[in-house]
């Protein structure tokens, strides 16, 4: 009997300690997904006090890109029940206008409290939306089978020391083999699809991304870190708005895509 409530208790307290279900974050994601489609940002479930963000510039979410019907290619999402933040890349190709979009949203209460997009098209950092979708959708980004999952702080640690090595490059990053990098349009992993092609030479010093979020997924095995990317853009030294969307199996990173805005064509690059 004492054994029982003792186990009835750990139950609530597990349950109350979980932020958000996979399910409701899954929700939100194709609400996100079907307001982005038609250009109806009244579709989704929006807090009181939303915080709306494009590029790192707080919009009026009822003025922002939502409001412009885009016609999705292809979508994929992680959902980080821990944080209660769901994430999605969308690429639109065949769109009028082409765009690719990291967004990530946090919840309360089943209403979206947050919502910030990295928004790409022409100009940004090597841009190709057709590019990005013929290698996004040959990837495997499948869930992995629980036996086989790594923690979110594996998952994490394999990003961040992605982002680290650019600044020191005796940084170990744990590169699987093969790895491929999808960085706006261009593919590292065409040539050579079976070899680590992730690798990233040093940048000029110093260098430090110094501002990160998270978005972590244990099953999608995933995680997007959104970041202030330094020098890469002459006009933003502080950082331009990237994310750096990065796949680990087994420990070892799988994929790695990364999204950047710049203020210049192409960085001024
Ligand atoms: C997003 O991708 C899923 C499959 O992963 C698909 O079922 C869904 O229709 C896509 N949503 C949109 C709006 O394209
Ligand atoms: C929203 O912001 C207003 C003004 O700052 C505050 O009074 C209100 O309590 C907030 N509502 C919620 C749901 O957080
Ligand atoms: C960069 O950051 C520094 C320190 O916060 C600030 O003084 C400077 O104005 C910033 N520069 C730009 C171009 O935003």
């Known amino acids: 009997m004492a054994r029982s409530l003792l186990w009835t208790g750990v139950a609530f307290a597990s349950q109350a300690a979980a932020a958000c279900t996979r399910a409701s974050l899954q929700e939100v994601t194709a609400a996100y997904l079907q307001a982005q489609a038609s250009g109806k940002p009244s579709l989704l479930p929006l807090g009181a006090n939303v915080t709306y963000l494009e590029n790192d510039a707080t919009v009026d979410i009822a003025k922002g890109l939502l409001t412009q019907a885009i016609a999705i290619d292809f979508n994929r999402s992680l959902y980080d029940t821990e944080a209660c933040a769901a994430f999605t890349e969308l690429t639109a190709a065949t769109n009028k206008h082409p765009y690719v979009i990291d967004t990530k949203f946090l919840l309360a209460d089943g209403k979206i409290t947050h919502v910030e997009s990295v928004i790409a098209d022409d100009g940004d950092w090597l841009f190709n939306a057709k590019n990005h979708l013929t290698y996004t959708s040959k990837e495997s980004w499948d869930p992995i089978p629980s036996a086989k999952r790594d923690t979110r702080a594996v998952i994490k640690a394999a ?111």
Not at 172 to 179: D, E, K, L, Q, R
Not at 191 to 218: G, L
Not at 234 to 243: D, E, F, L, Q, R
């Open 159 to 269: 990003g961040d020391a992605y982002l680290d090595s650019w600044g020191d490059g005796k940084v170990p990053v744990p590169y699987g083999t093969p790895c491929a990098r999808l960085e706006g349009g261009i593919y590292t992993g065409d040539k050579t699809p079976t070899t680590n092609t992730c690798k990233m030479p040093e940048f000029p010093q110093p260098f430090k991304i110094v501002k990160r979020s998270y978005v972590v997924d244990e099953e999608g095995g995933a995680v997007a870190i959104f970041n202030e990317f330094p020098f890469i853009d002459k006009t933003k030294p502080n950082g331009t708005a990237s994310v750096n969307f990065v796949r680990v199996e087994g420990g070892k990173i799988r994929y790695i895509h990364e999204t950047t805005v710049c203020a210049t064509k192409n960085c001024g690059r």
